[in-house]
């Protein structure tokens, strides 16, 4: 060995680069510098295609109404789910006019109701043909019932619907003279339009929870003066008349003439009366 070769030290030498830097990039880019080819491009990953499956498309062991999964594990319903749907929604309408129906027919039962005026026996207070507002409410009680009241009754012999006026209550004694009212021998103040019939009636003793009742037209009214119908039971006054509705123009409140003290005369002979 020469004196001029030294031995360098370990320390001294130079290191040598470790193959994991050599190779620092992989061994395909360096293969392909420009990029790597298009088979060598990782391909996304594709969605799988959902298909609906049709009718046509089940086959023949599957039966209508089922519930069919395809592979994509989407659910389709067949043709029994519209009709359950139909048959849901046409319930749900019948519930809802059933509900309507009944508060309808509450409503005309407890509260009030339209009614048509046939004929002129209620003249001049009423003419024919007009509707009138029937309230239920007001006579929910016996003692509701008052005199000179217009009402919606019905006799022993019909169910239809007749306007009268209240004018004797029950246990009173009612009689008619000369067109004049007198109830238990005095006379009343009629002051409510009145076409007055001469023709005499009663006395006539009211029975217990019975009405007498006659239209403001005596003349042309068939009421409790006909033996026919008599003096109504209570059962049978259905409603007070409060308003007129129709027609628009004749759109009007019914007075309340029993709210408001009536004078009563008595009805005595001549000879005492002078004295």
Same mark, same amino acid.
């Given at each position: 060995?020469?004196?001029?070769?030294?031995?360098?030290?370990?320390?001294?030498?130079?290191?040598?680069?470790?193959?994991?830097?050599?190779?620092?990039?992989?061994?395909?880019? +360096?293969?392909?510098? =420009?990029?790597?080819?298009?088979?060598?491009?990782?391909?996304?990953? /594709? %969605?799988?295609?959902?298909?609906? $499956?049709?009718? +046509?498309?089940?086959?023949?062991?599957?039966?209508?109404?089922?519930? *069919?999964?395809?592979?994509?594990?989407?659910?389709?319903?067949?043709?029994?789910?519209?009709?359950?749907?139909?048959?849901?929604?046409?319930?749900?309408?019948?519930?809802?006019?059933?509900?309507?129906?009944?508060?309808? *027919?509450?409503?005309?039962?407890?509260?009030?109701?339209?009614?048509?005026?046939?004929?002129?026996?209620?003249?001049?207070?009423?003419?024919?043909?007009?509707?009138?507002?029937?309230?239920?409410?007001?006579?929910?009680?016996?003692?509701?019932?008052?005199?000179?009241? $217009?009402?919606?009754?019905?006799?022993?012999?019909?169910?239809?619907?007749?306007?009268?006026?209240?004018?004797?209550?029950?246990?009173?004694?009612?009689?008619?003279?000369?067109?004049?009212?007198?109830?238990?021998?005095?006379?009343?103040?009629?002051?409510?339009?009145?076409?007055?019939?001469? /023709?005499?009636? =009663?006395?006539?003793?009211?029975?217990?929870?019975?009405?007498?009742?006659? =239209?403001?037209?005596?003349?042309?009214?068939?009421?409790?003066?006909?033996?026919?119908?008599?003096?109504?039971?209570?059962?049978?006054? %259905?409603?007070?008349?409060?308003? $007129?509705?129709?027609?628009?123009?004749?759109?009007?409140?019914? %007075?309340?003439?029993?709210?408001?003290?009536?004078?009563?005369?008595?009805?005595?002979?001549?000879?005492?009366?002078?004295?």
């Amino acid at each position: 060995m020469d004196d001029n070769q030294k031995i360098r030290p370990p320390s001294a030498r130079p290191r040598r680069k470790p193959a994991v830097e050599a190779a620092s990039k992989p061994w395909k880019e +360096e293969l392909f510098s =420009g990029g790597l080819p298009p088979a060598a491009q990782p391909e996304p990953e /594709a %969605e799988p295609e959902i298909k609906p $499956v049709s009718r +046509e498309d089940l086959p023949s062991t599957v039966q209508a109404g089922e519930i *069919i999964e395809d592979d994509g594990g989407e659910i389709e319903d067949t043709d029994a789910q519209p009709r359950k749907r139909g048959y849901r929604e046409l319930l749900e309408w019948v519930l809802v006019f059933a509900g309507a129906a009944l508060v309808v *027919i509450l409503l005309l039962r407890f509260v009030a109701e339209p009614i048509h005026v046939d004929g002129y026996s209620m003249q001049d207070t009423l003419a024919p043909d007009e509707y009138v507002l029937v309230s239920k409410y007001d006579y929910l009680t016996k003692e509701a019932v008052r005199r000179f009241d $217009v009402v919606s009754c019905k006799y022993p012999t019909s169910n239809k619907a007749f306007v009268k006026r209240v004018i004797g209550l029950p246990g009173e004694t009612v009689e008619l003279a000369g067109g004049e009212l007198y109830i238990n021998g005095q006379q009343m103040e009629q002051d409510f339009p009145l076409r007055k019939d001469t /023709a005499d009636y =009663g006395p006539v003793t009211v029975p217990k929870d019975h009405y007498i009742v006659m =239209g403001d037209n005596r003349a042309n009214s068939t009421d409790s003066r006909d033996p026919s119908v008599g003096p109504l039971p209570r059962n049978k006054i %259905e409603g007070h008349v409060r308003r $007129v509705i129709f027609p628009l123009s004749e759109m009007r409140a019914m %007075e309340d003439k029993h709210r408001a003290p009536l004078p009563v005369t008595s009805r005595l002979p001549a000879e005492e009366a002078s004295n």
